[in-house]
């Protein structure tokens, strides 16, 4: 495979993935990412992926740490390609997608390498040169004399190096792609377990569709909040509840408080992206969603309840997984 | 649905935390802010596809905006959040801009901080929002 078989599809197809991604990796760290905090992980995983072409075509003896095991070329490449895109994708400059397309097409990529590090070679002179160009965007260095690439060029120019190098190597780009996107999404879930997503004010278990939440376990944030909410009792939660519904405000139809203590209340699952992911994969639903939120904001104004309005994206149209968080953050 | 937000129950604010916590939990006016700019950013920094959903939630920002702000903590960060979201929907702000006065702000953050870098933080970004006049007044 080389730059020109890499399908448009199969390009959008890893365009998609890496917002969808960095949506969902937001979660996981303290901090917004931009061009250049991507630019900063292309370093990061070129060190990988050289770890592995040292090891593999330069028979050198790189360390190996089992409880981090990095030694998987194609996965290592892989995770270049999405810090690349990601560079596109979090760029200042809005990206328009087919400016990349165009330049994946016409991207120069002089004489093949003679082998797998002179390809490394060349991938870190590409991945440099993006570096830079982010850093520049976002202010953190000064425009460097002479010419600088174009931003779509300076991305491609990275892409066709990985196809390249993906090609020495006999993989299948598109494909080892893929498989880093499922580990990937696999690491999130891990990473975000339900019972400790930012802003969780409970515990809630989920078997199959079934989600049992319950009261009173401790706040990401060290708030009780709940304490005294949970102390009012279910007859509390109900009333709570109906007020919920006079306001206009889908709860899921199977939603039953159980008796007793702490406060638990059971209701069936409802899948889809979280709002965060929403922003990039169906922004004009998250538009209605919010306005929707918003109504139901004012007019619980004058009532004794309130909403989290994350949590109330899960009864809008834009239906997130978490079933329970604080407020936006 | 859990946790039932009561008002009535609200508990008493502790620290500068759980002012600004609480706050957002609670009182309308800045939860309305907080979400209209959470989401605006979200959009903004999200996609390409996002920067028109942004510009599509000018009307409600504006209309939010329209309303005269608040004193407190979390009325200044978050209306100065919506503020900003709105400038940049609009053209006249950059993302880099918006993304640093996010993250200054970010409550989860804000939460790890001990109580004296909390009121350091607090004081930096007053600053800010008064250099930049995100004052929504």
Redesign the interface.
């Known amino acids: 495979m080389n730059a020109v078989d890499l399908a448009p599809a199969q390009l959008d197809a890893m365009l998609a993935d890496t917002?969808r991604l960095?949506?969902a990796f937001a979660g996981t760290a303290?901090?917004?990412w931009?061009a250049a905090t991507a630019a900063t992980e292309l370093a990061v995983q070129l060190g990988h992926l050289a770890q592995c072409v040292r090891r593999d075509d330069l028979n050198e003896p790189v360390p190996v740490d089992e409880q981090r095991p990095i030694t998987d070329a194609g996965d290592e490449l892989a995770d270049v390609v999405l810090a690349a895109l990601s560079v596109w994708?979090?760029s200042?400059a809005?990206?328009?997608?087919p400016e990349l397309h165009r330049a994946l097409r016409t991207v120069a990529t002089g004489s093949p390498p003679a082998d797998g590090p002179a390809a490394l070679l060349r991938l870190v002179s590409a991945s440099g040169a993006l570096a830079e160009i982010a850093m520049v965007e976002?202010?953190l260095r000064h425009r460097p004399g002479g010419a600088v690439p174009p931003l779509p060029d300076a991305v491609a120019a990275v892409l066709a190096t990985c196809l390249t190098l993906a090609c020495i190597r006999h993989l299948d780009l598109a494909g080892e792609f893929a498989r880093m996107v499922r580990d990937a999404d696999g690491f999130i879930t891990r990473a975000q377990p339900a019972s400790a997503q930012?802003?969780e004010?409970?515990t809630h278990e989920r078997t199959g569709s079934q989600v049992r939440?319950?009261?009173g376990a401790d706040h990401?944030?060290?708030?009780?909040?709940?304490?005294?909410?949970g102390?009012?009792g279910s007859e509390?939660?109900l009333r709570?509840?109906d007020t919920?519904r006079h306001a206009g405000i889908r709860?899921p139809a199977d939603?039953a408080v159980a008796p007793g203590t702490p406060?638990t209340?059971t209701y069936t699952w409802l899948d889809g992206p979280t709002?965060?992911e929403a922003?990039?994969t169906a922004?004009?639903t998250?538009?209605t969603s919010?306005?929707e939120?918003?109504s139901w904001?004012?007019t619980?104004?004058d009532?004794?309840?309130?909403?989290?309005?994350n949590?109330a994206t899960s009864a809008s149209p834009t239906v997130r997984r978490r079933s329970?968080t604080?407020?936006?953050? | 649905?859990?946790?039932?937000?009561?008002?009535?129950?609200?508990?008493a604010a502790r620290n500068l935390?759980?002012e600004l916590?609480?706050s957002?939990?609670?009182d309308?006016a800045v939860?309305?802010d907080?979400?209209?700019?959470?989401?605006m950013t979200?959009?903004l920094?999200?996609?390409?596809?996002?920067?028109?959903?942004?510009a599509?939630?000018a009307d409600?920002a504006d209309e939010l905006l329209a309303t005269p702000p608040r004193p407190g903590l979390a009325a200044s960060w978050f209306r100065a959040r919506l503020v900003l979201a709105a400038r940049c929907a609009a053209g006249q702000a950059?993302?880099?801009q918006l993304?640093a006065f996010?993250?200054a702000t970010?409550?989860?953050?804000f939460?790890?901080l001990d109580q004296r870098a909390r009121h350091d933080r607090a004081a930096t970004v007053c600053q800010q929002i008064h250099d930049l006049g995100l004052e929504g007044a």
């Open positions: 917002r960095r949506a303290d901090r917004d931009d994708t979090l200042a809005p990206p328009r997608d976002n202010g930012p802003g004010f409970s939440k319950r009261l990401l944030t060290g708030r009780d909040l709940p304490v005294p909410a102390s009012a509390h939660l709570y509840l919920l709860l939603l406060l209340v709002l965060a922003t990039s922004p004009a998250v538009v919010v306005r939120i918003i904001l004012r619980l104004d009532t004794d309840a309130r909403i989290d309005t949590l329970s604080c407020c936006p953050r | 649905m859990l946790p039932p937000l009561i008002v009535s129950r609200r508990p935390f759980e916590f609480d957002l939990c609670f309308t939860t309305l907080a979400l209209a700019a959470y989401t979200r959009l920094t999200a996609s390409p596809a996002g920067w028109p959903a942004a599509a939630l409600v950059g993302l880099t993304r996010s993250a970010s409550v989860l953050t939460h790890r």
